[in-house]
Antibody, heavy 119, light 106 residues
Framework: EVSLVESGGAVVQPGGSLRLSCAASGFTFSTYDMNWARQAPGKGLEWISYINSRGNTIYYADSVKGRFTISRNNAKKSLYLQMNSLTDEDTAVYFC????????????WGQGTLVTVSS | DVQMTQSPSSLSASVGDRVTITCRASQSINNYLNWYQQKPGKAPKLLIYAASSLQSGVPSRFSGSGSGTDFTLTISSLQPEDFATYYCQQSFIARTFGQGTKVETK
C-alpha cells in the first residue's frame, strides 16, 4: 500500500529554521517525482516545490525561493524540505505528494505536518 | 507564473443537484489541469487529471472538461459525501492551485 508520512513539524520562532521529512513506502520511490504543498489555517492549497525522480530538476514557488530547499534520498526513500528564515506567513500544514512526471497530477498525498512560526 | 482563477469560491447545493465549478488559467495550459477534493483535516484526493480523465476509483458522477484556459468540474448528482472543498491545479508549468470552491449544504 502506498504511504507518504511527513514529519518534522514544530513550533519555531520567526527567523528560525526547520527541516521536514517525508517517508515513502509501498512504491518505487526512485521512479517518482515529488512535491511539497502547504495550507495555512483556514486557507487554500499552495504548491511550494517540485523535485524530479533523479533530483536534478527543481522548482520553487516565488514565496519560498531562496529560503527553502527541497532534496531527496532515493536510497532512504525520503523527501526533505529545509526551511530557513521562517516568518509567520509560513505557518501551515505541509504536505508531500508524488507524481509520475512533471506534467502528471499528484496521485497520492501524505496527511501533512504542522509548522507554526510564532514567538 | 500561471495564475488559476476558480469560481465560485463557495456554493450551496442539495443532494441530487448538478454542480459546476469553473477554473480559468492566465495562459494556455493545454489540458494539464487536475481537480482535487479536500475534506477538513484531510489530504487532497485526486478526482480528475488531464482535464477530463477520471482517476481510478472515483465515482462516475464526477466529470471534467475544457482545454487551453477554461475548464469545468461537474458533479452530476451531488451525494452527501461530496460536500467538501474542490481545487483545480495546473501542472503545465510547475504547479499552481486555484483558490478553492467550498460546496456546502443548502
Amino acid at each position: 500500500e502506498v504511504s507518504l508520512v511527513e514529519s518534522g513539524g514544530a513550533v519555531v520562532q520567526p527567523g528560525g529554521s526547520l527541516r521536514l521529512s517525508c517517508a515513502a513506502s509501498g512504491f518505487t520511490f526512485s521512479t517518482y517525482d515529488m512535491n511539497w504543498a502547504r495550507q495555512a489555517p483556514g486557507k487554500g492549497l499552495e504548491w511550494i516545490s517540485y523535485i524530479n525522480s533523479r533530483g536534478n530538476t527543481i522548482y520553487y514557488a516565488d514565496s519560498v525561493k531562496g529560503r527553502f530547499t527541497i532534496s531527496r534520498n532515493n536510497a532512504k526513500k525520503s523527501l526533505y524540505l529545509q526551511m530557513n528564515s521562517l516568518t509567520d506567513e509560513d505557518t501551515a500544514v505541509y504536505f508531500c505528494s508524488r507524481s509520475l512526471s512533471e506534467w502528471l497530477p499528484d496521485d497520492y498525498w501524505g496527511q501533512g505536518t504542522l509548522v507554526t512560526v510564532s514567538s | 507564473d500561471v495564475q488559476m482563477t476558480q469560481s465560485p469560491s463557495s456554493l450551496s447545493a442539495s443532494v441530487g443537484d448538478r454542480v459546476t465549478i469553473t477554473c480559468r488559467a492566465s495562459q494556455s495550459i493545454n489540458n494539464y489541469l487536475n481537480w482535487y477534493q479536500q475534506k477538513p483535516g484531510k489530504a487532497p484526493k485526486l478526482l480528475i487529471y488531464a482535464a477530463s480523465s477520471l482517476q481510478s476509483g472515483v465515482p462516475s458522477r464526477f466529470s471534467g472538461s475544457g482545454s487551453g484556459t477554461d475548464f469545468t468540474l461537474t458533479i452530476s448528482s451531488l451525494q452527501p459525501e461530496d460536500f467538501a472543498t474542490y481545487y483545480c491545479q495546473q501542472s503545465f508549468i510547475a504547479r499552481t492551485f486555484g483558490q478553492g470552491t467550498k460546496v456546502e449544504t443548502k
